[in-house]
């Protein structure tokens, strides 16, 4: 398999949180980035760009990217039930960054940490909602998978959410102290993505240029508020 876990595309289930893949722990923040069109697009292709990820501290290196319609990845259908996904349109920034696609893959190593080598197994490409979900390759500790996106809601505000499933250290004489110490990991660098994605925090993080459409207008939103 590509990934180091059976349940690929799980974390884009609606009853993630209530019935999570066998054996791992869910998880789902949420954070208001502000409102409106413009906030929604900027928080996209920072996302979409890998500029939410190194604004949050964490090296992305080793980046081989996928082609279109190598690897198509998962989605649900109205019943819930997972299936291949269509292949994905081809998506750029505003600066002719080429947007994150199903079956790339990457190193991930937040500041302090083990590398994770991972791969981009799905991209959600909505109207009102965009983003990616990765898994990790190896069983490092806490593997499971991720998926991160920019919302835009009915009342025009612009949410970013994380959610996913890990799969904890499960024996050893240490594995109760181990399972809080990884769910705080991955809970903290989730939390620290999606608030990388707020107003202005990429440039205050020396995210600048291709990793980052954030302008100084972008000031004037609405401050980030918690789900």
């Excluded at 009342?155 to 799969?167: H, L």
């Excluded at 994605?197 to 508020?225: E, F, I, K, Y």
Aim: net charge negative; hydrophobic share 40%.
């Amino acid at each position: 398999m590509p990934v180091a876990y059976a349940a690929i595309g799980a974390s884009d289930a609606a009853d993630l949180l209530r019935f999570p893949p066998d054996g791992s722990t869910p998880y789902e923040e949420s954070l208001q980035l502000g409102s409106g069109s413009e906030r929604f697009l900027t928080a996209a292709n920072l996302l979409m760009t890998w500029g939410a990820h190194r604004a949050a501290g964490v090296a992305v290196t080793d980046v081989e990217r996928g082609e279109p319609g190598e690897y198509l990845g998962v989605q649900f259908n109205a019943g819930g039930t997972p299936e291949l996904g269509d292949e994905p349109e081809e998506l750029f920034s505003p600066e002719g960054v080429a947007y994150i696609q199903p079956g790339t893959t990457a190193t991930l190593t937040p500041a302090g940490k083990n590398a994770r080598p991972i791969m981009v197994i799905s991209t959600v490409d909505e109207p009102q909602r965009l983003g990616f979900a990765w898994g990790d390759r190896d069983e490092v500790p806490g593997f499971g998978e991720q998926l991160i996106t920019v919302e835009q809601r009915a009342d025009g505000t612009v949410w970013a959410v994380a959610r996913g499933f890990t799969f904890l250290t499960k024996s050893g004489l240490m594995a109760g102290i181990k399972q809080r110490a990884e769910l705080r990991d991955v809970v903290e660098q989730a939390q620290a993505c999606i608030a990388a994605l707020a107003p202005g925090a990429a440039l205050r993080n020396g995210v600048t240029g291709a990793d980052s459409s954030t302008t100084a207008s972008d000031s004037a939103d609405t401050a980030p508020q918690e789900d």
